[in-house]
């Protein structure tokens, strides 16, 4: 490639362009894409991958952030897997063709026989409009409708292409709006070639456990310690052999390369994305707002105490400071029925929950995702006195009589309080991570978390543009160089 410049004078941003373009030729392009595979087969992610592949081929466009990888709202019913959409944010001279080409690739690459309704939408600008911004937030916790985002695409004019019931728009406008300012993890990607795609996936465990090991914190949910089980592989046939997930993209990567696979893989991106941020729980919620598939969190009190279901999960009440109240439920399979089951009444918690829509015979349900324990309500039983002479328990003398020792003859008014420890602490619960969402945020993240004030062209990290890779993981001759 040639020479670069720093120069990118449209809005003081430096961003590295051909030395012969002028700053007056460059656009900056955002791409959205969602909904273009099946239960069946194919991957967002993996198109994602392949668009990048022949971008990256073309000398005149130059990624201005890493591809994105967005999880929205994930208690959307009609989700494939986990509601993620992806985001292409490029600075290029000609963008005609490229919307042209994404375009075309889409509909030929996407799952529409299988049920996929894709969507692709195209903006050109520096700034993402407000509109998109706010529909991309309102996206991660509540359900957005085809019209909502048609307004917004036709005026912003923005370019969209969809197909079937053209419900993808809404992802990939989601995506566009997303610019991920705030905490963003990264995700290495890696993708098997067709022949394999259906395959059992073969993996060296214990270079997963060494590579979990030696690089926790810096990436997470590799592994589920507890059940002895790998997490960073999936099981369906979809194109991604397997994906490590972290802090920083070069540790992401290096944790894949060390994994050595044997099977012959397509290749690997590294995506930003919006995994492990809680982004979804961002909002404090009354519980007379909630609506089925919302999600958010609560603070209230404890206002029935819980009970244990058949299989292990438990259903306790909620009254939050309007005094509405919600059931919820913790199920067996977040480990978290062990803390919930020793609440009282009057315990004051904070919830992270999914909501449940009604169902045959059960109400609207919050479904718990995380359990901040606030304050304990204190639990005082009353007994009767001990004697101080024989030290045994005194008899009541009937009703406002008070107390006296058979033996000893003494006599009391006083009651005797005693206030029963409880089993639980204050603090904050988790889920096992073998049933964590995409977007939980696991524990060792609080405090940790990254920031990442957008501008186009500047970057706290290395060259986007050097984490995708055509070409089989292990054959560093096919690594492009850039
Ligand atoms: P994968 O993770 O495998 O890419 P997916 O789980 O993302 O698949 P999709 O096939 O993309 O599932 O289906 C999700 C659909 O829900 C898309 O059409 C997307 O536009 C739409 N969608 C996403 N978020 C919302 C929302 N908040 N409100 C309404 N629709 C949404």
Not at 71 to 94: D, E, F, H, M, S
Not at 242 to 254: M, S
Not at 397 to 418: F, L, P
Request: glycine share 8%.
């Amino acid at each position: 490639m040639g020479t670069y410049r720093i120069s990118f004078t449209l809005r003081k941003a430096a961003i590295q362009v051909p030395a012969c373009e002028t700053a007056e030729d460059l656009n900056i392009l955002h791409l959205g894409f969602d909904n273009t595979d099946s239960i069946q087969g194919k991957c967002t992610t993996h198109l994602a991958f392949k668009i990048a592949d022949y971008l990256l081929k073309k000398n005149e466009i130059k990624f201005v952030d890493f591809p994105l990888l967005i999880r929205l709202n994930p208690n959307i019913p009609w989700k494939t897997r986990g509601n993620g959409a992806v985001c292409l944010r490029i600075a290029t001279r000609g963008s005609e063709h490229i919307i042209d080409y994404v375009k075309n690739f889409i509909s030929l690459n996407s799952d529409i026989s299988n049920g996929a309704n894709p969507g692709f939408v195209a903006y050109e600008g520096i700034t993402i409009p407000t509109s998109v911004r706010q529909f991309s937030r309102t996206a991660l916790y509540n359900v957005l409708c085809l019209n909502d985002a048609e307004k917004i695409i036709e005026n912003e004019s923005i370019q969209c292409y969809k197909c079937g019931n053209g419900h993808g728009s809404i992802g990939a406008l989601a995506a566009i709006g997303c610019l991920l300012e705030g905490d963003h993890t990264f995700e290495a990607i890696s993708y098997r070639t067709e022949e394999n795609v259906g395959t059992p996936r073969s993996l060296n465990e214990q270079l997963v456990l060494k590579m979990s090991a030696v690089t926790f914190p810096r990436t997470f949910n590799n592994i589920d310690a507890v059940h002895k089980r790998i997490l960073i592989t999936p099981h369906g046939p979809d194109p991604v052999f397997c994906g490590i997930r972290g802090e920083d993209p070069t540790t992401v990567l290096k944790s894949l390369l060390s994994l050595q696979t044997t099977e012959v893989l397509e290749g690997y991106m590294v995506f930003r994305t919006n995994q492990g941020t809680n982004m979804h729980l961002q909002n404090q919620l009354a519980l007379s707002q909630v609506k089925p598939f919302m999600a958010g969190y609560v603070r209230g009190t404890v206002s029935k105490i819980p009970y244990i279901l058949q299989g292990g999960h438990v259903l306790f009440e909620i009254s939050d400071i309007a005094r509405d109240t919600y059931p919820v439920a913790v199920y067996e399979p977040t480990d978290l029925g062990r803390i919930a089951k020793q609440l009282v009444i009057g315990d004051v918690v904070d919830i992270g929950f999914g909501v449940r829509e009604e169902q045959s015979g059960h109400s609207r349900i919050l479904n718990l995702e995380y359990l901040a324990v606030l304050r304990l309500n204190s639990i005082v039983h009353t007994q009767n006195p001990l004697c101080k002479v024989c030290r045994k328990r005194m008899k009541s003398e009937g009703k406002g009589k008070g107390y006296q020792c058979k033996e000893c003859k003494i006599k009391t008014i006083k009651k005797y309080n005693v206030t029963v420890k409880r089993d639980i602490v204050e603090g904050f619960y988790l889920s096992s991570n073998k049933s964590h969402r995409h977007l939980t945020k696991p524990l060792h993240r609080f405090g940790r978390e990254n920031s990442y004030p957008y501008v186009p062209g500047i970057y706290p990290f290395p060259n986007p543009n050097s984490f995708h890779r055509k070409g089989h993981l292990n054959d560093r001759t096919e690594c492009r160089s850039f």
